[in-house]
Every structure is written in C-alpha cells, then in structure tokens.
C-alpha cells in the first residue's frame, strides 16, 4: 500500500492518507478493505511524515503489518521498489494499492485477485469508465482490444485523453515478475518520475498475461486527491451509513443532516431529527427520540431516552426512558439512571444519578453521587473545585434541594433531608433535616422615598439629608453580607463597630444563622477541619430558629 506521498493538491502540510473521513485516517479505510483478505505480509510505504503514517496504519491493528521507507518521493514505481525488501523470499500474488482510495471495497479486491489467479495471470488491474476522466491514467488498448498501456494524463495525447476508461490504480502482479519490470522502469515522462503503471506496458511488450477487470461502481474507486473530493466522499459515505441505519429501521427526519460516524450504533424505532452528529463509540438503543441539534460524542443512551433540542453528551451513559434538555450538557462520567429528567441549561460531569431524579433547570453538578428520586431545584451548584483540588458531593434518595443551592464540597446531604432556598451547604446535612441558611429577610419601610428625595436634593445642589440615618449604600450592603467578619467591615451607622454590635444593629431582628455555622462558610480548610458532632448540632439549631411564616411559604 503505497502511502509516502505528501498530496500535494491537499495544500496541506498534513500527509494526505492522514486527512480524515468518516473520523479516520483516509489510510485506515483502505486497510479496512484489506483485512478480511488475510494477506500474509502487508507492506506499507511511508514517506512524509512517515511516524504518524506509521502509527495511523499500525491503528488498523493488521496481521504481518510492516512498513518501508521511500524517503524521496519519486513515483508509484519507485515507491513499490523501496519495498522489495520487505517481500524478499515471497513468490505470491503482490496486490498494489494506493492509500488515498477509501471507499474500496474488500469484495472488488478479492475480485481482482480471483479474476488474476482463474486467469492465471502476470499483471492484473481493475479498471473503470468515468464520462469525465480528468486527472486519471488513461488504458491504452490495441486494435484486438488488449490493453497496450497506461498513459498518465500530463504525458498524453489530445486523442489518448479522449479515452473514458481509466486506471483506478489497484493491481495484482506475480511477485515474481513485480520485481524484475520495477527494476526497468524509465522516469522519462512529463513529471520526471518512475510510473508503477509503466509495468503495464512493460509487461504487454514481453508478451505476460495482462488482464483487466472492469468495475462498473467507479465511485467506489475513486482516489481522493484533493479537499473537494475528500468533501463529496464524506458525504457520500455518511448517506450511505445512513440508509443503512434507515434499512434497520431508524427514522431519519432529515437524513442529509445527520452525521453519523462509522462505530456509532442506534436501535430501531429511534427517531433522529436534523442537524444531529454521532461520533465514537456512541450507542443508543431502541424508541429513543433524538429532536435536533445534538452532539453525541462516545454517548450511550439506553432505550427509550428522549434528548430535547439542543443538547451534548460526551463520553456520558443516559438510562432508560430518561428526559435530556433542551439545552443540556452532559459531559464525560455523567451516569444517569432511568427515567433521569435533565432540563435546560444543566451541566453535569462526573455525576452519577439515581433513577427518577430531577435537576431541570440551570444547574452544575459535578463529582457529584446523588440518589434515586431527589429533585434539585433551579440553581443548584455543587462547587468543587476550590482553584487547587476537585471534591465530591454526595446527596442522597428522596432529597429536596431548594433553588439556589451552593453545595461546597466535600459535602454530603443524607436521605429525605431538605435544603432551603438559596442555603449555602458547607457541612454536611443529617438525613431527614432541613438545613438553611439565609440572610435576614426585613424591610426598612418608606426608604425609596426617602432615597429619592436625597437623589433629587443632590441634583438641585443642595443639602443632603440623611435617609433615616442610614447611608442607602451601607444598608444594601450590609443586609447582603452574611458573615459577621464582612458585616463588621460595613460602616454601618458612617461608624465601625465591634463585630457583635454591629451584627445586631444593622439587622431588624436577631440572625436565624447562628454565628457559628455562618463563620464556618469562610474557607473549606477551616470547615473540614470542624468536628462532625459540632456541625449536626449547629444545623439542628439552624432549622429550629426558621420562623414559621418562612417554612410555609
Ligand atoms: C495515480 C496513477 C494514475 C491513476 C491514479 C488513480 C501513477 C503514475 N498514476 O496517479 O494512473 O489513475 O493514481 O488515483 O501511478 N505515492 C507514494 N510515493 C510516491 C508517489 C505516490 O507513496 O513517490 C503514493 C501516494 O501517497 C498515493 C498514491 O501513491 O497514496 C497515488 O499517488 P498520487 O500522487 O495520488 O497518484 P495520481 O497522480 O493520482
Ligand atoms: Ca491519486
């Protein structure tokens, strides 16, 4: 298989067999075709960028797979001559191939060599008819129909370019005359290199058996040579895969728009809408409904799996008849269980999520365990990530997390227990209770008056009275800020105060928070560091001191 060439009407600085298709190396597929032959060596020429050549044909994981080097490009010819060392002592049938046909099939291949063998031929080669055969050798035939030679389209007459059937460049020969036409080859011709197909003619002089076997599916054959071609190959391709999945009984509602990879699996009565890629190792069962707009990427998605528009799973495994998006992304290590509902603007990575459960709206969870039929209100965040190290959450079945949740991690909440809204979640939550924690709520009647009125004064240049006392400024403030160590930087009342007077001047009623569970928010070190017993207790208290009026609402 020849492959040292750089392709240079690829403008790339990419060797061509390494461009992709199908999302893999245009060399692989030609490999692909090969295999089931069983060949017993399988030499592969490289050249440009002969490592990764290398790795790419070693991907396809081939029986007696070596390589040979042709460390100057100069022609076909050359190319099979650099690897006749690596066929020393084999008397076979040699097949040519080149690397840049990849929608060759293994039947054609075994057709060529069959037809070689019945024939008991020296050279054999495929050949096709193309209506435009532009950039294609040319076969040459005599007056009794047997082929003369090929001619490469730079070297040929205005008369030989009309000719329609052209060489797709597959051959068979006699290893034992392979060898010898090589060593004969002239680079007399318009590029100045050594033409394998010259052994045609060579061999037609000396009176060997040529024969030609003509294909009637030329598209299959085709050489990819430049971005244009390997673009109508892809698509091609991927219709082709397409139809299958439709044959096995997939809808597609839009098949031109579904990218569909080679490994990519899905169940019947799944119905794909448009704009859909499938990539990797991505399976999906039977009745899911995919609507649109998704990007699955070595995602499994169990039967019956509805994923709404818009949504990404990667690297992710979406249990039976579970709800994703719209607009959702699951990233790698997401497990989901059944009937999982993932609603809008959800992110989860490396979240494993028990059956039933609900996180529908804008909400992150990360390194995170939770249980089966715990609803996670809109909002919620598992922070783990504190700039040096990721930590796990861990929430258990029949949990209610309130909107608005922070859960610092490492942090767990226990079976049936419930997070208020907007509660900040440092340590972890007993089963069964409530855990809040919140700024006081409170109002400071007839303020946007008396804010106005100062607004007003300040524009018409005069005085500017005091509203009630309280710069406006300081009081937002100081009802946003949780903790006692921020709220004693505030300059309540224009004045600094001492930590605990400060506390209850700037608030309308003693905290619900005590202090020490609002102290203990300030950095993972110090909360870790907290003896468990400590923690349930202060929680417990925080759930007592909740009005009544607040739990109803
Ligand atoms: C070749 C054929 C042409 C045929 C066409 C089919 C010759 C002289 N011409 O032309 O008759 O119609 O393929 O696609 O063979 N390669 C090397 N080393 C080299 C040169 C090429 O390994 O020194 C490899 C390339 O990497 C490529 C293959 O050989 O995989 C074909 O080379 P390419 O330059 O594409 O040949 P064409 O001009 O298309
Ligand atoms: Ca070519």
């Given at each position: 298989m020849l492959a040292a060439g750089l392709g240079t009407r690829m403008k790339s600085t990419r060797a061509k067999v390494l461009h992709e298709l199908g999302g893999l190396p245009l060399i692989r597929h030609a490999l692909a075709a090969l295999e089931p032959l069983d060949p017993d060596r399988v030499v592969v020429v490289v050249g440009h960028q002969a490592d990764a050549v290398r790795q790419a044909a070693e991907g396809?994981?081939?029986?007696g797979l070596t390589t040979a080097l042709q460390a100057e490009q100069r022609g076909t010819g050359h190319a099979v001559r650099c690897a006749a060392p690596a066929l020393e002592g084999f008397d076979g049938d040699v097949l040519v191939l080149y690397g840049d046909a990849p929608l060759v099939r293994t039947a054609t291949l075994r057709l060529l060599l069959e037809t070689h063998r019945v024939e008991n031929a020296d050279v054999s080669l495929l050949t096709m008819r193309f209506r435009d055969p532009k950039g294609y050798g040319r076969i040459v035939r005599g007056p009794d129909g047997r082929v003369r030679r090929i001619v490469e389209e730079r070297d040929a007459s205005d008369a030989e370019r009309e000719i329609t059937e052209v060489n797709p460049g597959f051959y068979c020969v006699r290893a034992t005359v392979l060898l010898p036409l090589l060593r004969e080859l002239r680079a007399d011709n318009a590029q100045g290199e050594y033409y394998l197909t010259d052994i045609v003619e060579l061999a037609a002089k000396r009176g060997l058996e040529v024969v030609t076997v003509e294909t009637d599916r030329p598209e299959e054959l085709a050489g990819i040579n430049d971005r244009r071609e390997l673009a109508r190959m892809e698509v091609q391709l991927r219709a082709e895969r397409v139809e299958r999945l439709m044959l096995a009984g997939v809808t597609f509602i839009d098949p031109a728009t579904a990218y569909i990879g080679p490994d990519v699996q899905i169940g019947p009565d799944t119905v794909v809408g448009p704009n859909v890629t499938m990539r990797g190792r991505t399976r999906v069962g039977a009745g899911c409904r995919i609507d649109g707009t998704a990007w699955l990427d070595a995602a499994v998605l169990h039967d019956g799996v509805h994923l709404r528009f818009g949504s990404v799973v990667e690297e992710a495994e979406v249990g039976r008849d579970a709800v994703i998006g719209p607009f959702a992304r699951l990233r790698p290590g997401t497990e989901l269980a059944e009937r999982v509902h993932i609603g809008n603007f959800v992110e989860t990575k490396k979240a494993r999520v028990g059956a039933g459960t609900k996180a529908n709206h804008l909400t992150y969870l990360g390194d995170c365990e939770i249980g089966p039929d715990t609803n996670v209100g809109a909002g919620t965040i598992t922070c783990n990530y504190d700039g040096f190290a990721k930590y796990r959450t861990t929430i258990g079945a029949r949990v209610q997390i309130g909107s608005d949740t922070q859960l610092v991690a490492p942090v767990s909440v226990g079976d049936d227990a419930y997070v208020g809204a907007g509660t900040t979640v440092t340590r972890d939550v007993p089963a069964g209770a409530l855990a809040v924690s919140r700024a006081e709520l409170r109002f400071l009647e007839g303020w946007v008056a008396r804010r106005r009125a100062r607004a007003a004064a300040e524009k018409a240049g005069g005085a500017v009275p005091s509203a009630n006392g309280v710069r406006p400024s300081a009081t937002a403030h100081a009802a946003a800020k949780a903790s006692p160590a921020s709220a004693a930087k505030t300059p309540v009342r224009a004045k600094p105060k001492p930590v605990s007077r400060a506390r209850t001047k700037a608030t309308a009623r003693p905290a619900a928070v005590p202090k020490a569970h609002a102290a203990a928010k300030a950095k993972p070190a110090a909360r870790a560091k907290q003896p468990a017993t400590k923690g349930r207790g202060a929680s417990k208290q925080a759930a007592r001191k909740v009005p009544p009026a607040k739990r109803s609402r």
């Open positions: 396809a994981g081939l029986r």
